[in-house]
T-cell receptor
């Protein structure tokens, strides 16, 4: 009964490099959400996806950030040309969709930009 | 624009006593509320939820109370155990939207 899986757990990137964060939802879940937690803050919504569709990206920064959830494979959160302010914990959550407010979270990826 | 607020950054309780964590919200469109527990270096773990049509939901040692007129909810943990020590987040959702809006979290410490 695997839960939400995220990898890598820790990622170090230099300024200007690209970061790719992966998320595999729980079995039977078709909805994926990405959240970001900055130090000493709560989680902030970034994007909500279903297979091959972006449903709500109202929390995504307008530049450098993108997300996808292809028909096959994990959801990917991509950050281009990372800056120090991107250093944070990025959490993925999934739900069945029928009760989309009950979201189950992965362990997170901690991104450090040096 | 902090739509969900947890005004107590921390709470310290003796083992066996009641822990009460509070949360206020401003968006009257929220109709589903959840509590998550989070340990360091782990993802949030779903604890308990409540729909806006109810004022109380209970699950074992955890009870959530909702006061819609005051836009306030609380989580009661009875009896508190040292293993309950963690950061607790309340979150809220509008039914037609998928995203959760989180509070800043309250650090609960339960002393043996």
């Amino acid at each position: 009964n695997a839960g939400v899986m995220q990898n890598p757990r820790h990622l170090v990137r230099r300024r200007g490099q690209e970061a790719r964060l992966r998320c595999s939802p729980m079995k039977g879940h078709s909805h994926v959400y990405w959240y970001r937690q900055l130090p000493e803050e709560g989680l902030k919504f970034m994007v909500y996806l279903q297979k091959e569709n972006i449903i709500d990206e109202s929390g995504m920064p307008k530049e450098r950030f993108s997300a996808e959830f292809p028909k096959e494979g994990p959801s990917i959160l991509r950050i281009q040309q990372v800056v120090r302010g991107d250093s944070a914990a990025y959490f993925c959550a999934s739900s069945t969709g029928t009760a989309s407010y009950e979201q189950y979270f992965g362990p997170g990826t901690r991104l450090t930009v040096t | 624009d902090q739509q969900v607020k947890q005004n107590s950054p921390s709470l310290s309780v003796q083992e066996g006593r009641i822990s009460i964590l509070n949360c206020d919200y401003t968006n009257s469109m929220f109709d589903y509320f959840l509590w998550y527990k989070k340990y360091p270096a782990e993802g949030p773990t779903f604890l308990i939820s409540i729909s806006s049509i109810k004022d109380k939901n209970e699950d074992g040692r955890f009870t959530v109370f909702l006061n819609k007129s005051a836009k306030h909810l609380s989580l009661h943990i009875v009896p508190s155990q040292p293993g309950d020590s963690a950061v607790y987040f309340c979150a809220a959702s509008e039914a037609s939207y998928g995203k959760l809006t989180f509070g800043q979290g309250t650090i609960l410490t339960v002393h043996p």
